[in-house]
């Protein structure tokens, strides 16, 4: 067969169009392996998130005993859960990584709304509960076993048609405990001297901190008068006074001082920790997750406490929404006010006091104290309630309070 010439085009032609096909060939291989890889990828890091999100749900359980950190092996993934404390609340932090992803999500943490809802916890033993005017209690009420009864101050009576819009139970003569970290951590935080940190500096007319970042300390030895913006992990302390203008712009900060006063008008969401006195002027409003924390390091003196004059105090229209802790250094007297709601104010939470509560305003959730005080008509009426409501059936299924210790979580708020 005799041999015919090919044309040299024809030839590159053809290796154009191997060469072609080859390109094609290797760049569907190389797109196969790539999706292949990125779906590995996106399945660990979906697997890395709902590690995570197992990790905070278990961490919630009342059976879960978490000090500082525990670490959990599953399914190729090692979870480290972490608690910790942000004002009249605990956090959970929850850790999942694998050989390649990492992911972590933080929350601020409280005690589960319980069903039946409480309106009430009072554990004083030797009187009994006594409620006069437009009092008004609905919800599951926790008293003693002097038990509660229609009173009369100064020509007013009781108006109400039942003593409790709801069950009546026994108080045992005690208060639920608080979670011992949480007491620890706060009493730490309030004695004197700088928070130690590695984020250390002075205010700015803007700041603000991740939450999955250290927390970022400001410390000043004297009064602060605050009108920035400060936002996130942020510790806000003063070794004397701190003063909120109501042209500050605080969300989720914890600000720490023996004397802290909020001004008339302020509107925002934090944590206030005190040592001495906290007051809340009219027309305040602190959004949820929110909290007042006193924890009075002060000897109370066995002379009475005039009105107005309360270590903590919430003035008329103001509105709440979270946590109202108070503990006393020692036994506190039995006739003084240690916490005062004005009438008019609102707060949608939790109310805990080791102490005295004198309500003359509405409570949408649940109060917890040893007694109740009523300080009007230039008399003061031991365990009495005058006008105050306690609405605990109003209260969001949603909501998570007081830090108690060995009752279920729930989360407050998800931290970024």
């Known amino acids: 067969m005799p041999f015919r010439k090919i044309k040299a085009s024809a030839l590159q032609f053809a290796i154009l169009v191997s060469v072609v096909l080859a390109l094609l060939l290797g760049s569907f291989i190389t797109l196969t ?24 749900e278990a961490s919630l359980l009342p059976t879960s005993k978490i ?31 694998s050989k390649t992803k990492t992911f972590t999500k933080k929350a601020l943490v409280g005690t589960a709304t319980e069903t039946p809802k409480i309106a009430l916890h009072v554990s004083d033993p030797q009187l009994p509960l ?68 590695e984020f250390l ?6 700041n603000q901190q991740s939450f999955l970042e250290p927390s970022l300390v400001v410390y000043e030895p004297g009064t602060l008068y605050l009108v920035q913006e ?23 900060v914890v600000l720490v001082a023996p004397k802290i006063t909020i001004e008339k008008g302020f509107e925002g969401s934090a944590h206030f920790l005190s040592s001495e006195s906290l007051k809340v002027e009219e027309n305040v409003t602190l959004h949820y997750p929110s909290s ?43 006739s003084n006010t240690h916490v005062y709601i004005s009438e008019d104010a609102v707060v949608e939470g939790s109310i805990y006091v080791e102490g005295n ?11 917890y104290t040893q007694r109740f005080i009523t300080n009007e008509f230039g008399s003061r009426y031991i365990n009495h309630i005058y006008n105050g409501k306690l609405l605990g059936n109003d209260i969001p299924d949603t909501f998570c309070g007081l830090p108690l210790e060995n009752k279920k979580k729930g989360v407050a708020k998800w931290l970024y």
């Open 292 to 334: 007042l924390v006193l924890i009075n390091k002060k000897e109370e003196e066995s002379t009475p406490i005039p009105k107005g004059k309360e270590p903590m105090s919430i003035s008329k229209n103001a509105r709440i929404q979270g946590n109202i802790i108070y503990l006393p250094k020692t036994s506190p007297n039995r």
């Open 201 to 206: 500096r002075d205010l700015k007319d803007k």
């Open 130 to 197: 006594v409620v006069v005017g437009d009092t008004k209690i609905e919800g599951t009420a926790y008293i003693s076993d002097k038990g509660i009864k229609a009173g009369v101050i100064s020509g007013h009576y009781y108006n109400g048609k039942e003593l409790v819009y709801g069950s009546i139970r026994r108080s045992n003569a005690s208060l639920p405990k608080l979670d011992p970290q949480w007491q620890e951590f706060t009493q730490e935080l309030l004695r004197p001297g700088p928070i130690p940190s």
């Open 357 to 367: 509560l004198g309500l003359a305003g509405t409570v949408v959730g649940n109060a």
């Open 67 to 97: 000090k500082d950190s525990v670490v959990i092996e599953c399914e190729g993934f090692t979870t480290t859960l972490k608690k910790g404390v942000w004002g009249g609340f605990t956090t959970r932090s929850s850790t999942a990584t």
């Open 33 to 56: 392996h790539t999706h292949r890889y990125f779906g590995i990828q996106s399945q660990l890091f979906m697997d890395a998130i709902t590690q995570s999100q197992m990790g905070i």
């Open 230 to 252: 400060c936002l996130g992990n942020m510790v806000i302390k003063s070794e004397t006074e701190i003063v909120v203008s109501r042209m500050a712009k605080l969300t989720d």
